[in-house]
């Protein structure tokens, strides 16, 4: 069986190394590859594989246009976005991993417990990661962003979802919280990274290149728990896996794959 990472760009994607990890933890003579297919191409993509192909894991541009092919779930349906896309006896189903994925992460570093979140960023991971947030507990979100009308879609979730929700412009100063996730790239926090993780009693950065990241550092530092962008990668993968393959994989042969590659980037 075949199956893929599909985004643009995706040459920089860990998820094959992982799922390849997960094939031969598995005993499966499958294929996992990474293709890039440009923005507004995913259906004709998808259209044009033959029976060979089980699932496809699929990251930014494309997740917005996954909804419409396949069978959704209320989760998907909910947040307005999925990552993956399977076909198993006679149906083709769509999914959303990373929310699953987030709950994993979270719990896997000890994090159980959430009643205030701070939101750096509000796409679609970001309204996934809320999701799994609220499942621990969260009742107030802090979103912050560059512009409030960008906001909307995830503000209008935590109402939806029953936590009480506020926007904050990106540079202004955070309230002090249980959790603080940051969904942006590494270099829009390099000048206020150790002022953020003051302000925080966990940090879950979803970023994993570069890796560490400057904010896992400063929480390191600062002496509170870190969840990284490998947790949230493994841990949306286990669910990935289970749902192409039928089969359990364990989180820990995941993550020390997804470690040796980028062990391996380094050494280039």
């Not at 953020?196 to 400063?218: C, K, Q, S």
């Not at 749902?243 to 989180?251: K, N, P």
């Amino acid at each position: 069986m075949r199956c893929a990472v599909v985004g643009h760009p995706v040459a920089h994607s860990l998820s094959p190394v992982i799922h390849q990890a997960a094939y031969r933890a598995l005993g499966l003579d499958w294929s996992y590859d990474a293709i890039d297919v440009e923005p507004g191409g995913l259906r004709a993509f998808v259209d044009g594989l033959d029976e060979s192909w089980r699932g496809l894991s699929v990251t930014m541009p494309h997740k917005l246009d996954l909804m419409e092919l396949g069978e959704i779930d209320e989760t998907v349906e909910l947040l307005g976005a999925a990552n993956t896309w399977v076909r198993r006896d006679g149906r083709v189903i769509v999914r959303n991993t990373d929310v699953t994925g987030a709950g994993v992460a979270l719990r896997s570093r000890g994090v159980g417990e959430v009643s205030k979140v701070v939101m750096l960023g509000a796409g679609a991971t970001a309204r996934s990661v809320l999701a799994a947030a609220v499942d621990l507990g969260v009742d107030e979100v802090i979103i912050m962003s560059r512009a409030r009308e960008r906001s909307t879609e995830i503000l209008e979730l935590a109402d939806r979802l029953g936590a009480r929700a506020a926007w904050l412009p990106f540079e202004s100063e955070p309230p002090h919280c249980d959790l603080m996730v940051s969904t942006v790239p590494a270099g829009s926090l390099m000048h206020r990274v150790e002022d953020l993780a003051a302000r925080t009693d966990a940090v879950f950065d979803v970023i994993y290149d570069p890796w560490p990241t400057p904010l896992t550092v400063a929480g390191e530092h600062e002496g509170v728990t870190v969840v990284d962008g490998l947790d949230l990668l493994v841990g949306q993968a286990v669910d990935q896996i289970r749902l192409m393959t039928g089969h359990e994989v364990a989180m820990d042969v995941l993550r020390s794959a997804a470690q040796n590659g980028l062990a391996g980037r380094a050494r280039l």
